[in-house]
């Protein structure tokens, strides 16, 4: 993508698809099929693809995370969200994704705003980093665009960090989504500073993810909900293409 006339790397697409197993719960049976849905959004050419399992199963369920793995071709990138918890990542292990996100799951291991609490759970994190690294897994952790929280992340050995965008994708009143707007682009410019990673997700969709795009050093965007629900319009492959001209 070109900006001020000059050429800046392409923010990339991860494709989140958890979504469908929620919809699958209301409708019943065994449709939509997030597995299926991987497999066409990774041939569409996004660049990654997300799935969120939850310690109660309420909606991945670890068979769907299996197939999804298997979907996926070799050299395709499948990246797993769970909560801090032996369970959870006793299971990452086992399936071998790409990379491990770890997000909050109760409120005792988030901050107000959803993001996980770095602070409170740096003991907990520093293991589960550790753990991942001799499996070569690399970590990413799901925090609100907080200095501290960047500062936090790189202290615990995480490789990435997925800036939590709920609530710029939540602000309605012009002067609150310029604030949350600087609030990532500084994030973004402090990740880059410490050599942190940086994606971003929560609530994106074809509107708000534009004025993302160019922040500092952006790799990847993690969308589900807006995709899926385009996908009724249009069909998957067409909503993943849409969003990816967007990023492009």
Same mark, same amino acid.
């Given at each position: 993508?070109?900006?001020?006339?000059?050429?800046?790397?392409?923010?990339?697409? &991860?494709?989140?698809?958890?979504?469908?197993?929620?919809? $699958?719960?209301?409708?019943?049976?065994?449709?939509?099929?997030?597995?299926?849905?991987?497999?066409?959004?990774?041939?569409?050419? &996004?660049?990654?693809?997300?799935? $969120? !399992? @939850?310690?109660?199963?309420?909606?991945?369920?670890? $068979?769907?995370?299996?197939?999804?793995?298997?979907?996926?071709?070799?050299?395709?990138?499948?990246?797993?969200?769970?909560?801090?918890?032996?369970?959870?990542?006793?299971?990452?292990? @086992? *399936?071998?994704?790409?990379?491990?996100?770890?997000?909050?799951?109760?409120?005792?291991?988030?901050?107000?705003? /959803?993001?996980?609490?770095?602070?409170?759970?740096?003991?907990?994190?520093?293991?589960?980093?550790?753990?991942?690294?001799?499996?070569?897994?690399?970590?990413?952790?799901?925090?609100?665009?907080?200095?501290?929280?960047?500062? !936090?992340?790189?202290? &615990? /050995?995480?490789?990435?960090?997925?800036?939590?965008?709920?609530?710029?994708?939540?602000?309605?009143?012009?002067?609150?989504?310029? @604030?949350?707007?600087?609030?990532?682009?500084?994030?973004?410019? @402090?990740?880059?500073?410490?050599?942190?990673?940086?994606?971003?997700? &929560? /609530?994106?969709?074809?509107?708000?993810?534009?004025?993302?795009?160019?922040?500092?050093?952006?790799?990847?965007?993690?969308? /589900?909900?807006?995709?899926?629900?385009?996908?009724?319009? *249009?069909?998957?492959?067409?909503? *993943?293409?849409?969003?990816?001209?967007?990023?492009?």
């Amino acid at each position: 993508m070109a900006f001020g006339g000059v050429q800046v790397p392409r923010t990339l697409l &991860c494709v989140n698809v958890s979504r469908l197993a929620t919809l $699958r719960a209301a409708r019943g049976g065994n449709e939509p099929d997030p597995a299926e849905a991987a497999r066409i959004c990774a041939k569409t050419g &996004c660049n990654s693809i997300a799935v $969120r !399992l @939850r310690e109660d199963r309420s909606r991945i369920q670890d $068979r769907d995370v299996l197939a999804i793995r298997k979907a996926i071709p070799e050299n395709g990138k499948v990246y797993l969200e769970i909560a801090l918890s032996g369970e959870m990542i006793d299971f990452a292990r @086992r *399936v071998r994704p790409s990379r491990v996100t770890i997000v909050p799951e109760n409120k005792e291991d988030m901050t107000a705003q /959803g993001g996980l609490d770095v602070r409170k759970n740096m003991l907990e994190i520093r293991s589960a980093v550790d753990i991942f690294d001799r499996e070569e897994i690399p970590v990413s952790l799901f925090v609100e665009p907080e200095i501290e929280m960047i500062d !936090l992340s790189k202290e &615990c /050995g995480a490789r990435f960090i997925e800036i939590n965008t709920g609530t710029y994708s939540n602000a309605t009143e012009k002067t609150e989504i310029y @604030r949350e707007i600087d609030r990532i682009y500084r994030a973004s410019e @402090r990740a880059a500073e410490v050599r942190i990673r940086i994606n971003a997700g &929560c /609530g994106l969709n074809y509107t708000n993810v534009a004025p993302l795009v160019h922040a500092k050093e952006l790799l990847e965007v993690n969308i /589900g909900h807006a995709i899926i629900e385009r996908a009724d319009s *249009v069909g998957l492959s067409t909503a *993943v293409e849409e969003m990816m001209a967007i990023l492009d």
